[in-house]
């Protein structure tokens, strides 16, 4: 085994003069030196203490997007020509140009598929980069899936304002620190009850030696807030990076590369040190791969616009064979989905977004959210509050509704001198 250098971008923009984070471990998984260096003097850095080595690069979460979605089939080429029409109803942008990755293993038991949705341009302008500082990729994998995870448990890890999140093996978000109170209660919910089942899962909270400032308002709220769970905290020496690097290095779980079909790379990366005709010769490699992907990139979108009707009525004739007339396949497929699965409301974030926005306002200060859930189904977003009074509660149903939104009171109950009420808030 060779050496194994993994990079830490920042940001989504990479530029040769971007300033990298950086740990180099050795064929046996021993740290032996970590930095920070611009892109376009990586190399030269890294050839002090390694003349060969792979190369993962970390990115982050916010860049992509990290999801979910059924497909009754286990077949992966069935499961390859499904996953376009699923993807496309998550993401706001064209099909045409987002790259789509999943593991390259998955249950064979759940109809879930894990998936990894960016888009090309970001990609090969990360590639792009790269190549042009010698440097080849042989991974790339997201930030928030390289935090140290066990099943049944939601990982967290503070980095300055931002809180990485993992709960699933392929399963992660960021939140922003100021808002995390308001999002990691509907992380809870959906780990809670996955596949149906009642779960408790374990939260562990993790710091680096430079302690955030969001670190006690944020313990404070897990030790208030979700006092039935089982808290573990657990502060490192090491900073974000080395953190995130060494679970990267040493996981047991495949990770999920987003270099997968055209953008596989089958070979490693050449130190500075190495001849300049080999590295000559490296370049025009990469040069030639990047023109020949371009051209069959291009090549295979005209042929799958030709193509796309008829292996649409293919495939769901083989996935539902007993349906004799096919008339708008995705829509079928669709309806079929929808029997047998639920998925992610693409309405809970600006519901939620905007109903914390009234309940964050002075008027409503004396409000208490003691409950949340989201019906994914029917897009329904419900609160169970407590106010001072009928009115108040009234107040705020009535701000919810200038502000775009249809809202019922389904209960409203006095106990002592608080009013106890149910909303239930949806889009118009």
């Known amino acids: 085994m060779s050496d194994q250098l993994i990079i830490r971008l920042l940001e989504s923009t990479l530029t040769g003069a971007s300033e990298l984070d950086w740990d180099l471990y050795d064929s046996v998984g021993r740290s032996v030196a970590s930095d920070t260096s611009s892109l376009q003097s990586l190399n030269e850095v890294v050839a002090n203490h390694s003349v060969s080595y792979t190369v993962t690069v970390i990115v982050p979460a916010e860049s992509l997007l990290l999801t979910s979605t059924s497909i009754p089939s286990r077949q992966m080429r069935q499961i390859k020509q499904a996953l376009p029409f699923m993807v496309e109803e ?33 990609l090969i302008n990360w590639l792009d980069q790269l190549h042009s500082c010698a440097i080849t990729a042989s991974q790339i994998v997201v930030d928030s899936l390289c935090l140290p995870y066990q099943e049944n448990s939601i990982a967290l890890l503070l980095d300055d304002d931002r809180v990485m999140v993992r709960s699933g093996a392929y399963a992660g978000m960021v939140i922003q620190a100021e808002d995390f109170k308001w999002f990691f209660a509907s992380v809870l919910q959906q780990h809670e009850h996955a596949d149906d089942v009642l779960l408790r899962p374990n939260i562990v909270l993790m710091h ?41 290095a040493h996981q047991t779980i495949p990770p999920l590369n987003l270099l997968q079909g055209g953008y596989a790379i089958k070979f490693g990366n050449s130190s500075a040190s190495q001849s300049w005709s080999l590295a000559a010769s490296v370049a025009a490699i990469s040069g030639v791969v990047y023109l020949v992907f371009a051209l069959a990139s291009g090549w295979y979108f005209d042929n799958k616009a030709v193509q796309l009707d008829a292996d649409a009525v293919n495939l769901y004739k083989e996935i539902f064979p007993n349906e004799r007339r096919v008339v708008s396949p995705k829509k079928q497929m669709q309806n079929h989905l929808q029997r047998t699965s639920t998925t992610t409301g693409s309405n809970f974030l600006p519901l939620l977004s905007e109903t914390a926005g009234q309940l964050s306002n002075a008027n409503n200060a004396a409000l208490t959210v003691e409950q949340m859930r989201y019906e994914s189904g029917r897009g329904d977003l419900q609160f169970q509050v407590q106010s001072k009074s009928l009115d108040q509660l009234d107040q705020l149903k009535q701000s919810l509704a200038q502000s775009g939104l249809e809202v019922d009171i389904n209960s409203a109950t006095e106990q002592d001198d608080r009013v106890m009420g149910r909303l239930v808030i949806r889009s118009l």
């Open 90 to 122: 998550l993401i706001a942008d064209d099909i045409e140009n987002v790259h789509i990755a999943i593991p390259d293993n998955f249950s064979v038991t759940s109809p879930k598929i894990d998936v990894a949705v960016v888009e090309h341009q970001l």
């Open 208 to 248: 680096s030696s430079e302690e955030p400032e969001s670190l006690t308002e944020i313990t404070e709220y897990i030790q208030t807030e979700c006092s039935d769970y089982e808290l573990k905290a657990i502060g490192y020496q090491e900073s974000v990076t080395d953190i995130l690097a060494n679970s990267a």
